[in-house]
């Protein structure tokens, strides 16, 4: 151990020197060990701070970075489409459903023969020959998932029989939702409403060629192709009702006051199963305030029933009533109608009452039955969103070399349309009041073929019986056979 020397000999001050300098580095040697272990704790926190606020910025990076990526997927999942092109239908639709867009097409290329088997005063000639029912180019599509819209154009009709022109043009909303599981379509614009159970099948659908002459003649009162209206249409998933008011056809120029009418349906399947259902409806229709066809002060309102043999290809009219001067019409129909498996049939009966001016007012009806066996197995299967029956959808499509050829089927049809109200008797003038339009009756049966569900072949034969008298009593009726085919294309 070192201690003090005072009276040491000489050089006794640098070893003092040293003594001190040994002492302080000693001291200090102390102190450090004291402080060191203080600093490294300290530093130590430090930096185990320092990392965990480092590891909490590097969740919170990844969790923004996973959100970023998420967010991007969905937009870009919004923003994506998908063009498809299904049974010959171009169509473009977002991923979420929110966009759509599509064309949608249609041509009829009829063939018919008419044999009128007996002579009688003012016997039509009947042109036998072709006519383009219809060719139709549209567009159809969605916006805003709850908007769609529909333009579609017709080119068909040649012949003098029917012109080409502008066949439906509408906006429709579908959001709102009054209860829980019913489709509701609020709609605006032009198109054609069902008016009946047949009226709800597709014309591209329908069993035979045309519509039965009654069914075809009461939708054509206050609807048909392209008739201006504002309308509700509700379904759930066994029924269906729509109410529209409605006003004139497109292109109707030679009216100085437009007609104002109605059309409401309700349509209910009481027996549904996976293979079988049953129809039961009832629908009404009528004319409130009939257009004004006179371009003087004076008003000339007047109606006018008619219709075709149930074929197109010539225009001749068969039942006619002439102008009806009235102030308004109304028609009362019933629906009924079944499938089973591959077996359809359905009725439908209608009354048409006139409200005439200066005179009683005439009644005239009509009623149909028809029936369809298809060969191949194949269904009529109802549809609740315009409550009556789909047409067929072939299970396998035409191939020879795979052995399958489609869908086949037979059907038959029996219709009448009376256009007499007091017509009197053979030999005498038409009574006061009466009406002798005529009553047609209509014996139908067809072969139908589906090479697929886009293409469609129909032949059928009709026999024409029209019982009428002229207004000097004179029958001027006649029988007619029609042999007629129908080749389609629709999309």
Request: include cysteine; aromatic fraction near 10%.
């Amino acid at each position: 151990m070192l201690k003090d020397c005072d009276n040491c000999s000489t050089g006794s001050g640098a070893y003092t020197q040293m003594n001190k300098l040994l002492r302080t580095s000693m001291l200090a040697v102390l102190l450090a060990g004291v402080a060191a272990p203080a600093l490294a704790d300290t530093s130590e926190e430090r930096i185990a701070a320092l990392e965990a606020k480092i590891a909490a910025l590097t969740g919170e990076l990844a969790d923004l970075k996973a959100e970023t990526k998420k967010a991007n997927q969905d937009l870009n999942k919004k923003l994506s489409a998908t063009a498809t092109l299904s049974n010959g239908r171009p169509q473009i639709a977002s991923a979420d459903g929110s966009q759509r867009f599509a064309i949608r097409g249609i041509m009829q290329f009829d063939a018919a023969q008419y044999d009128a088997r007996n002579n009688v005063p003012g016997r039509n000639d009947f042109n036998s020959g072709t006519n383009f029912r219809r060719a139709r180019i549209g567009i159809e599509g969605t916006v805003a998932r709850d908007w769609n819209y529909n333009l579609t154009g017709e080119f068909g009709g040649g012949g003098g029989v029917e012109a080409a022109g502008l066949n439906a043009a509408f906006i429709e909303y579908t959001g709102w939702k009054p209860v829980e599981g019913v489709q509701t379509r609020l709609r605006i614009g032009g198109w054609a409403t069902p008016t009946g159970l047949e009226d709800a099948t597709s014309n591209t659908e329908g069993l035979f060629l045309e519509r039965p002459a009654v069914a075809e003649m009461v939708r054509n009162l206050a609807g048909g192709d392209f008739r201006s209206g504002v309308g509700a249409f509700f379904n759930g998933e066994r029924w269906y009702a729509s109410a529209v008011l409605t006003g004139a056809l497109a292109g109707n120029t030679g009216e100085f006051g437009e007609q104002t009418g109605y059309l409401t349906r309700v349509a209910f399947a009481p027996v549904y199963g996976k293979d079988y259902a049953v129809h039961v409806g009832a629908n009404m229709q009528g004319i409130l305030h009939v257009a004004d066809t006179g371009a003087g002060t004076a008003k000339v309102r007047q109606v006018r029933l008619r219709e075709r043999p149930e074929l197109r290809v010539d225009g001749a009219r068969l039942v006619d009533t002439n102008t009806i001067n009235a102030t308004g019409v109304t028609a009362y129909g019933g629906e009924l109608g079944a499938y089973y498996r591959n077996l359809q049939i359905s009725g439908e009966y209608f009354r048409v009452d006139v409200d005439r001016t200066g005179a009683s007012n005439p009644s005239f009806d009509g009623w149909y039955v028809q029936g369809a066996w298809t060969l191949t197995g194949e269904s009529h299967v109802w549809n609740s969103a315009n409550g009556g029956f789909r047409g067929v959808r072939p299970a396998k499509n035409f191939s020879p070399a795979d052995g399958t050829w489609g869908a086949f089927e037979v059907a038959a049809r029996y219709s009448v349309l009376d256009l007499d109200d007091n017509a009197g008797l053979v030999g005498r003038a038409t009574p006061a009041g009466g009406v002798r339009g005529g009553e047609q009756v209509i014996t139908t049966v067809g072969l139908n073929w589906y090479p697929n569900p886009v293409i469609r072949f129909q032949a059928q034969y009709e026999h024409v019986n029209i019982d009428r008298l002229s207004a000097a009593g004179l029958q001027v009726g006649e029988d007619v056979d029609v042999v007629s085919l129908r080749s389609q294309y629709a999309f």
